[in-house]
């Protein structure tokens, strides 16, 4: 029972990671053909601010599941909230200071990938 509680919320986190990969390589080649190639590598840098602490996240909260296991799902959980927080910082802070990329367009890029990840469980709804 608890390999099937967390693998389909491993299998939602993959749909989700993959929505939001779509979602930003779309926004960037609309953003490159208006502007510059830059602006592609800014939108990605942007949303992949967003969509690999998202996949760390989902790796460590759903690494274990079931009753028996309330307590280290209650830590896994915090744990991963805690280091994609830092993460998103860190990665937002290393776009914006140490490269040049056009900040409309990792601010795009990170917006806009974060709006599918709030979309989400309207998105899904069907799925679960």
């Not at 989700?16 to 208006?34: E, M, N």
């Not at 307590?71 to 802070?93: C, D, P, R």
């Not at 290393?94 to 367009?105: E, G, I, N």
């Not at 990792?106 to 998105?123: E, F, H, K, R």
């Amino acid at each position: 029972m608890t390999k099937t509680l967390t693998s389909t919320g491993k299998q939602l986190a993959a749909r989700l990671l993959r929505v939001q990969a779509g979602t930003i390589f779309l926004l960037a080649c609309v953003l490159s053909l208006l502007n510059s190639y830059e602006y592609f590598w800014g939108v990605v840098g942007g949303g992949l601010a967003v969509m690999i602490p998202t996949a760390l996240f989902a790796w460590r909260a759903f690494a274990v599941g079931g009753a028996r296991a309330a307590q280290q799902v209650v830590s896994n959980f915090f744990a991963g909230e805690g280091i994609k927080i830092i993460l998103t910082v860190a990665l937002l802070v290393v776009l914006l200071v140490f490269t040049s990329l056009p900040l409309s367009a990792v601010v795009s890029g990170y917006i806009a990938t974060l709006i599918v990840q709030w979309l989400a469980p309207i998105l899904f709804l069907k799925s679960t």
